[in-house]
């Protein structure tokens, strides 16, 4: 269910002037949710490392150079935005360094005074394979989603959202570990374990916006 809007918010639209930070905007989930952000009217800045795609030109994307690990350069990056997006996912390969990068940039938004942020974690939009072999390689992934889940929780002054895979359980028949299409949205509202099978960006896209509707005591539902 959607929020719908109460009545101190009826008839409050969403302002098209807001602006989004993001970091791995230039990756294949980040290109994706940065055309629809603009599309939608945000002013996006994107900090990179890497070389950003040329065509990505827009006359509200800002691109910079900025290191992640380097936190008075990205303080200073992220001031005066509304929301920060760590668009980075983990991998099999970085699962440990996934987990310190968000990390550093949850540290680093704080001292920017940025109360919402939205951290992706990796998106299985499709059935997987099931059997040893693919959770051996999925298990690194799935510890660093409940690493990054457990870090966020301890985070009292923010609102995040994070959206993440559901977890790895064997099918005690079988002993196989069949991973869907699943989506679990965990956030600051206490929710968890909030499955979505719909579009993914729209629903990264839903939770940029999902405060702007909130005012100080009302519930939503998700």
């Known amino acids: 269910m959607k929020p ?13 002037t807001k602006k989004i930070v993001m970091v791995g905007a230039e990756g294949v ?3 994706y949710l940065l055309d629809e952000l603009l599309k939608k009217g945000y002013h996006v800045t994107a900090i990179t490392q890497e070389k950003f795609p040329a065509h990505l030109n827009h006359k509200n994307l800002k691109v910079v150079m900025g290191d992640i690990y380097a936190v008075e350069e990205m303080v200073g990056l992220l001031k005066g935005n509304y929301a920060a997006i760590p668009a980075i996912e983990p991998t099999y390969i970085n699962s440990e360094e996934y987990v310190e990068a968000i990390y550093h ?15 992706i974690g990796h998106p299985i939009m499709s059935a997987f394979a099931t059997g040893n072999k693919f959770y051996e390689s999925w298990r690194p992934i799935a510890i660093a989603q409940k690493d ?9 002054t923010l609102e995040w959202t994070f959206l993440h895979t559901a977890y790895l359980e064997s099918d005690k028949r079988t002993g196989f570990y069949p991973v869907s299409n699943r989506v679990v949205i965990s956030n600051s509202w206490g929710e968890s374990e909030k499955e979505l099978t719909g579009n993914y960006i729209n629903a990264i896209l839903e939770r940029v916006e999902i405060n702007e509707v909130i005012m100080e005591g009302n519930e939503i539902d998700i």
Request: hydrophobic share 40%; proline share 2%; aromatic share 4%.
């Open 105 to 119: 940039f949850v540290q680093e938004v704080k001292k920017a005074l940025i109360k919402r942020i939205i951290v």
């Open 4 to 16: 719908g809007l109460s009545k101190q918010t009826k008839g409050y639209q969403p302002a098209k």
């Open 29 to 31: 989930t980040g290109l």
């Open 148 to 156: 990054v889940l457990k870090l966020l929780t301890h985070e009292m």
